[in-house]
C-alpha cells in the first residue's frame, strides 16, 4: 500500500481521465474532515478552516496529477489524521473524492 510513513516521501494521485481538459490539480491535505457540503463544483468534504498540513498544485501529465510529500522523520506525527480533497482545473472545476489518512511509522 501507498500509505505515508514518517522519514519517508509519499506520493498520491489524482485521475483526471473523467475530466478532459483538465489543467492543474490541487490537492489539499487538512487536519479535519467535516460532512458533505454541496458546492456548485462538487461536494466539500474536508474543512479548509483547519490547519493545512498537505498542500500541492501538479500540472497533468497522461491524464494523471502526481504530488509528492516529504513525511519528517518526527515520532509526534504517528498517528496523525490527515483529511485529503482534490481539486480539478480546467474547463470547470471540479471536486473529487476525499481521503483518509494516518501518518505511521
Not at 498517528?79 to 480539478?88: P, R
Request: aromatic fraction near 8%; hydrophobic fraction near 40%.
Amino acid at each position: 500500500e501507498n500509505l505515508p510513513v514518517i522519514g519517508t516521501q509519499w506520493t498520491a494521485f489524482t485521475s483526471t481521465s473523467g475530466y478532459p481538459g483538465t489543467q492543474l490539480c490541487y490537492f489539499f491535505g487538512v487536519g479535519d474532515s467535516m460532512p458533505a457540503v454541496p458546492t456548485r463544483w462538487g461536494e466539500l468534504l474536508i474543512n479548509l478552516r483547519s490547519q493545512p498540513i498537505l498542500t500541492s498544485i501538479s500540472s497533468i501529465i497522461a491524464r494523471k496529477a502526481t504530488h509528492s510529500f516529504w513525511i519528517p522523520n518526527d515520532p509526534n506525527l504517528i498517528g496523525l489524521d490527515v483529511h485529503c480533497q482534490s481539486a480539478l482545473v480546467g474547463p470547470a472545476i471540479q471536486l473529487c473524492n476525499a481521503l483518509d489518512l494516518i501518518i505511521g511509522h
